[in-house]
C-alpha cells in the first residue's frame, strides 16, 4: 500500500480544560480512523519523538526550554492554549510523527504519509505556543525535508484558520512555498492577500483569505485560478498539507460551508499536482477540526481519497455563485502577479 498512517495512542493524555474544542474526543477520531485503517489491511506506526536538534530548526531554544519546563504540569500558556502533565511528551510525538511522515515520504519507502496528531501546529511561533498549537509540526517537517535533499518544498494550508506561524517561519525563504486557504477576517488576523513574503522569499506566501460563508465552489475555484497554477510553477520536491477540517459547514469555531466531499476534491487536486511535479511525494498533517462527526467523515474520505489511484478531482456540485472565492483569487493573483504567471 502506498499511503501509510502515523499515529500515537497517547494523542488523547494531551488534556485540555473541560469543554475546550481540543478536547481529548479529538484523539478518539483519530484513533477510530487508524483503526478503520488498520482493519482495510493498511499500514499504521506510531511516531517517535521528535529531537530537539529538529525542533531548534524552528523553535528558538529559550522557547523549547520554556514548553519542556510544562512537562508533568497543567500550565495555561495563553488564553487558549494549554498544557496537560503530559502534553510535552505528547507534542513530542505530534512533531515527530511529521517528521516520520516527510522522512518515509523522501525515502521512498511510501508516497504518501498521512500523520494524525495533536496538538495542531500551525499556530506555533518560533517563540510562542498560540491557539492550541505547541510545536509547529508541519513547519519542523518542511525543515526537516531541506535537510533531506529536498531544495523546494512546498506547503497547502486548508485550515480554516490563517498559519501564522509556518507563514513568518518561511516568509524569507524561496526554497519554501506557504499556500494558505483561510476565513477572513479571523484568527489569528494574519493572512491578507497583500502578505506575499519578505526579502527573498519575496512571492513565496500566498495568502488567499476567504469571507464567512465560503461554499465548496469558492475553494474550488481558488484551487483552479491560484492554488494548482502556482504549484505547477514552483514545481516543489515534496508537497506537506496542513490539513485542518474546521472550514466544514458543521465546525462550531468558523462560519465556513464546505461539505466533506470537498476536503477530498481538495486531497485529490493535491495528490495528482504531487504526482505530476514530484513522484507523488506527499505527507498531510492534521491541524484543527472540531466538530466530531464532521472530522471523522472528512478523514474518512481523505483517507479513501489517498488510497485511491489518482483520479479527476471530484468537487461537489455547487449552485451558488461563488462570489467569495473570485474575490479571493482577484486579490491574490493582484499581489502575485510579478511573481507567477496566471
Ligand atoms: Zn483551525
Same mark, same amino acid.
Given at each position: 500500500?502506498?499511503? #501509510?498512517?502515523?499515529?500515537?495512542?497517547?494523542?488523547? &493524555?494531551?488534556?485540555?480544560? =473541560?469543554?475546550?474544542?481540543?478536547? =481529548? &474526543?479529538?484523539?478518539?477520531?483519530?484513533?477510530?480512523?487508524?483503526?478503520?485503517?488498520?482493519?482495510?489491511?493498511?499500514?499504521?506506526?506510531?511516531?517517535?519523538?521528535?529531537?530537539?536538534?529538529?525542533?531548534?530548526? +524552528?523553535?528558538?531554544?529559550?522557547?523549547?526550554?520554556? #514548553?519542556?519546563?510544562? %512537562?508533568?504540569?497543567?500550565?495555561?500558556?495563553?488564553?487558549?492554549?494549554?498544557?496537560?502533565?503530559? *502534553?510535552?511528551?505528547?507534542?513530542?510525538?505530534?512533531?515527530?510523527?511529521?517528521?516520520?511522515?516527510?522522512?518515509?515520504?523522501? $525515502?521512498?519507502?511510501?508516497? +504518501?504519509?498521512?500523520?494524525?496528531?495533536?496538538?495542531?501546529?500551525?499556530?506555533?511561533?518560533?517563540?510562542?505556543?498560540? /491557539?492550541?498549537?505547541?510545536?509547529?509540526?508541519?513547519?519542523?517537517?518542511?525543515?526537516?525535508?531541506?535537510?533531506?535533499?529536498? &531544495?523546494?518544498?512546498? #506547503?497547502?494550508?486548508?485550515?480554516?484558520?490563517?498559519?501564522?506561524?509556518?507563514?513568518?517561519?518561511?516568509?524569507?525563504?524561496?526554497?519554501?512555498?506557504?499556500?494558505?486557504?483561510?476565513?477572513?477576517?479571523?484568527?489569528?488576523?494574519?493572512?491578507?492577500? %497583500?502578505?506575499?513574503?519578505?526579502?527573498?522569499?519575496? $512571492?513565496?506566501?500566498?495568502?488567499?483569505?476567504?469571507?464567512?460563508? %465560503?461554499?465548496?465552489?469558492?475553494?474550488?475555484?481558488?484551487?483552479?485560478?491560484?492554488?494548482?497554477?502556482?504549484?505547477?510553477?514552483?514545481?516543489?520536491? +515534496?508537497?506537506? +498539507?496542513?490539513? $485542518?477540517?474546521?472550514?466544514?459547514?458543521?465546525?462550531?469555531?468558523?462560519?465556513?460551508?464546505?461539505?466533506?466531499?470537498?476536503?477530498?476534491?481538495?486531497? *485529490?487536486?493535491?495528490?495528482?499536482?504531487?504526482?505530476?511535479?514530484?513522484?507523488?511525494?506527499?505527507?498531510?498533517?492534521?491541524? /484543527?477540526?472540531?466538530?466530531?462527526?464532521?472530522?471523522?467523515?472528512?478523514?474518512?474520505?481523505?483517507?479513501?481519497?489517498?488510497?485511491? =489511484? #489518482? *483520479?479527476?478531482?471530484?468537487?461537489?456540485?455547487?449552485?451558488?455563485?461563488? %462570489?467569495? /472565492?473570485?474575490?479571493?483569487?482577484?486579490?491574490?493573483?493582484?499581489?502575485?502577479?510579478?511573481?507567477?504567471?496566471?
Amino acid at each position: 500500500m502506498p499511503v #501509510i498512517l502515523i499515529s500515537s495512542e497517547r494523542f488523547a &493524555e494531551h488534556q485540555t480544560p =473541560p469543554g475546550h474544542p481540543e478536547g =481529548p &474526543e479529538r484523539a478518539e477520531v483519530m484513533d477510530a480512523v487508524a483503526a478503520q485503517w488498520r482493519k482495510l489491511g493498511g499500514e499504521v506506526v506510531a511516531p517517535r519523538q521528535a529531537t530537539r536538534e529538529q525542533l531548534a530548526r +524552528v523553535h528558538d531554544a529559550d522557547y523549547l526550554r520554556r #514548553i519542556s519546563e510544562t %512537562a508533568g504540569r497543567a500550565v495555561a500558556l495563553d488564553q487558549d492554549t494549554y498544557t496537560s502533565p503530559d *502534553s510535552y511528551e505528547v507534542a513530542l510525538l505530534a512533531a515527530g510523527a511529521a517528521i516520520d511522515a516527510i522522512e518515509r515520504v523522501m $525515502g521512498g519507502s511510501h508516497k +504518501v504519509a498521512l500523520a494524525l496528531v495533536r496538538p495542531p501546529g500551525h499556530h506555533a511561533e518560533r517563540h510562542r505556543a498560540m /491557539g492550541f498549537c505547541l510545536f509547529n509540526n508541519v513547519a519542523v517537517a518542511a525543515a526537516h525535508a531541506r535537510t533531506l535533499g529536498a &531544495e523546494r518544498v512546498a #506547503i497547502v494550508d486548508f485550515d480554516v484558520h490563517h498559519g501564522n506561524g509556518t507563514q513568518h517561519q518561511f516568509e524569507d525563504d524561496p526554497s519554501v512555498l506557504y499556500v494558505s486557504l483561510h476565513q477572513w477576517p479571523y484568527y489569528p488576523g494574519t493572512g491578507a492577500s %497583500a502578505e506575499t513574503g519578505v526579502g527573498a522569499g519575496r $512571492g513565496f506566501t500566498v495568502n488567499l483569505p476567504l469571507e464567512a460563508g %465560503a461554499v465548496d465552489a469558492d475553494y474550488r475555484l481558488v484551487f483552479d485560478e491560484v492554488v494548482v497554477p502556482v504549484l505547477r510553477q514552483f514545481k516543489p520536491d +515534496v508537497l506537506l +498539507v496542513s490539513a $485542518g477540517f474546521d472550514a466544514h459547514e458543521r465546525d462550531p469555531l468558523a462560519n465556513m460551508r464546505l461539505t466533506t466531499a470537498s476536503f477530498g476534491a481538495m486531497t *485529490s487536486e493535491l495528490g495528482r499536482l504531487a504526482e505530476e511535479c514530484c513522484q507523488g511525494r506527499m505527507a498531510l498533517v492534521t491541524e /484543527g477540526g472540531y466538530d466530531l462527526r464532521a472530522l471523522a467523515a472528512s478523514l474518512d474520505t481523505v483517507v479513501k481519497v489517498l488510497a485511491s =489511484p #489518482i *483520479s479527476e478531482p471530484q468537487w461537489p456540485k455547487s449552485d451558488v455563485a461563488p %462570489a467569495r /472565492g473570485r474575490a479571493s483569487a482577484d486579490a491574490a493573483k493582484q499581489a502575485l502577479a510579478p511573481f507567477w504567471g496566471f
